[in-house]
């Protein structure tokens, strides 16, 4: 029974509600989906502008109207805080002359592993490296499997961060179309593979930004079959499957049976940017990953690890995941509801997960061009060309639903809409 | 007076001792230097082999009898400590849910322009990005101004991360000769300058590992004017300036004109290894560097930054040094007066900061040959050829002095010596 409910919560028809039970869901209509979609354009070198970098930035907090002291910490985020204090507090002896282990405290690497076999992926924590958060951890898997000079297949629209790496790393990029309701697309994929050496390919098979797409198994196996066929590294994103409104989808690495997909994740999108500690497997190149992580970083916080490692050892990660699912959801529906709102056609993505929609306007408007014109109003946006290598997807953006639409936020929201239906 | 007082401490004649005032040092007779000196190759690809990884892993908290639970917090750690609790306690509003400004918090930023300003090099914040570690900045620095192949010149004996690091970077090394007084050798680099194309040079000006050597000002001018005709990067590793005995010498950045020198500095050696903060100034890289951080790290903790931020401001770091700096002039010379018992000929440096001596024996002896043994009787030691990229120094090692010689550490060093003269 509790199985059945938690498949249709996963379909989005029920809701699960703390303390009070399953609920059908009284979804508005489903908008229609966006269906702007990459072009296909040769590998070519990566590079990200400055005003993008700059935009990148702003539009990291996924919120429209930012005020870092606004607001209050939810409990899960109070009770990680005592947790790490507890940790600090308990420090002995000459401890703090000493580093930690190469791949991270022993502890944390346990609690991770309990996490990643809970969603179909038993591993065991010597394969698990914990980083300085993903980017870290994507990084460090760019670094081990490819040299410069060759060709990564991405995601479009995908993750500008990925394009800022490649970029430094001196790498080419291959940008493949993606959906946001199932992700990148497979016959492009192969297209791509067809034409072009590629070398790895960087995907977010679990609610990938820019619109929270879930990518089905089927792609999943394609994929990995892909991979094998063309000798490809397969680097998952998976930062944003514990953000999952339903049930926590299994990473793609739990179907990995050619050790070819190493995975990345973070606790950056589902409880705290603060941390900075994300993770990482690194399939058949788990070593080179061990050393260059030595090399860039050399060791982690002790005390942070154990503090976090104390928090999900005693229940305190998996009750905030369930608090924030719950705002999640909430907040993902009233950014819906009022997005329908607007003039013209807009399409926007539904997603099961994530921290933002990402929303199709009519063709005409240009979201890039209105980014100043809105932050005069003090509403930061993230445009759409910010999640392509090639400036494409103007008429499109991404809204986070990541806060609560207070009175500020929802204000917010209508200024966005006079600014890029003014022009 | 005190002035003179401060630069005879300096020279080691005289001692300042907390709240008692100045003594002349009653110190045992100079052993002799080491005389070691590296022999020039030509620059290869620099490789590190696991048999190192695995002692300089075990070698980093400088003890010979590694127990991160024994002895007691000191006073400045316990302070800090509570500091980084107090930021933490702290955190209000949504703030978790933000990242820190790329370049590090502005707070801690502004305390190290402050500590770097009394050591003659006043520096703006901006000019200053927080790291991951002075490891991390090692990397930023090297990935900024190599690239792949390229020739980078090292003190040897000198900081085996340095080799892990250019082995990961794919870069070239070659190894100029340094005296464990006087650090890396000018004739030698201009040699080395002069018969091969060198792109960067890495240096510790102040109490460079093994020996603790300080480069007097004359090299310093001269490694700046070989600099500037040969077109060098000069990445100065700075971490260990704070464990200074006496007044903290002035970075080599301070003397830098033409905005070459990238200055690379931590609290892990003079404060706590548990922080995971360091720092960099980038010089004509310093935007590159800045990019670089962004991929490879995203953001840094901000608690922790505010944290330390506060200790530094309310005085906790001086007075955690002043303590600090007492204790390691005694470690270090009772660690002396023990050396000069052992038996055949025994060459130690005798540095006026760090946290080690290098120790040269009868050239039969074998220290690498000798690591087993000692790890069976409970003694962690770092051979000689550790501080080589190609195997030198097999008579020599490191021994460090940042901890008290209580009696296990004391026994220690006579098992030591039993391993090292039974062969």
Redesign the interface.
């Known amino acids: 029974m509790q199985h059945a409910l938690r498949r249709l919560e996963a379909r989005g028809l029920v809701e699960a509600r703390p303390k009070a039970g399953y609920f059908l869901s009284l979804r508005p209509e489903s908008p229609t989906t966006p269906r702007s979609r990459a072009r296909i354009v040769a590998p070519r070198a990566a590079s990200v502008s400055d005003l993008l970098?700059d935009i990148m930035?702003r539009g990291?907090?996924?919120?429209l109207v930012?005020?870092?002291?606004?607001?209050?910490?939810p409990p899960g985020?109070l009770a990680l805080?005592r947790a790490?204090?507890r940790a600090?507090?308990r420090?002995?002896?000459?401890?703090?002359?000493?580093?930690d282990a190469?791949a991270g405290e022993p502890e944390l690497r346990e609690q991770l592993a309990l996490q990643h076999a809970r969603r179909g992926w038993p591993v065991e924590p010597e394969r698990l490296c914990v980083t300085?958060?993903c980017?870290?951890a994507l990084?460090l898997a760019l670094?081990a499997c490819c040299e410069?000079g060759d060709v990564v297949a991405v995601e479009s629209p995908g993750f500008y961060?990925v394009l800022?790496?490649l970029?430094?790393l001196r790498l080419q990029v291959v940008e493949v179309p993606a959906s946001p309701d199932t992700g990148m697309d497979m016959d492009a994929l192969e297209q791509v593979l067809d034409r072009w050496k590629v070398k790895a390919c960087v995907v977010s098979p679990a609610f990938a930004t820019p619109g929270g797409a879930l990518m089905p198994e089927a792609s999943r196996r394609r994929l990995l079959a892909l991979a094998e066929q063309h000798d490809l590294a397969v680097i998952e994103d998976d930062i944003y499957a514990e953000t999952a409104l339903g049930p926590v989808p299994d990473p793609l690495k739990a179907l990995d049976t050619q050790d070819r997909v190493i995975l990345c994740g973070s606790f950056s999108k589902c409880l705290?940017?603060?941390?900075?500690l994300g993770w990482v497997s690194g399939a058949r190149w788990h070593e080179r990953v061990l050393?260059?992580k030595?090399?860039?970083?050399?060791?982690?916080?002790?005390?942070?690890q154990q503090g976090v490692a104390d928090f999900m050892a005693d229940g305190g990660f998996a009750a905030h995941l369930r608090r924030q699912r719950h705002d999640l959801r909430v907040n993902r529906d009233q950014l819906i509801d009022r997005l329908r709102r607007w003039p013209g056609e807009v399409r926007v993505s539904r997603p099961e997960g994530g921290l933002a929609v990402w929303v199709e306007l009519d063709v005409g408007i240009d979201t890039l061009a209105a980014y100043d014109r809105a932050l005069e109003q003090g509403v930061v946006i993230t445009p759409g060309p910010l999640f392509s290598g090639s400036g494409q997807f103007r008429n499109c953006l991404r809204i986070g639903f990541?806060?609560r639409w207070h009175p500020d936020r929802l204000v917010a929201l209508e200024r966005l809409a006079d600014v890029l239906y003014a022009a």
Not at 60 to 63: I, K, L, Q, T, V
Request: no cysteine; charged share 20%; proline share 5%.
């Open positions: 970098l930035g990291a907090a996924f919120d930012p005020d870092p002291l606004a607001g209050s910490l985020v805080n790490v204090g600090l507090r420090r002995r002896g000459g401890g703090y002359q000493y580093y190469p300085s958060g980017q870290h990084f670094m410069r961060g800022q790496l970029e430094q705290s940017r603060d941390l900075r050393r260059l030595l090399v860039t970083q050399l060791a982690g916080s002790r005390f942070l990541a806060h």
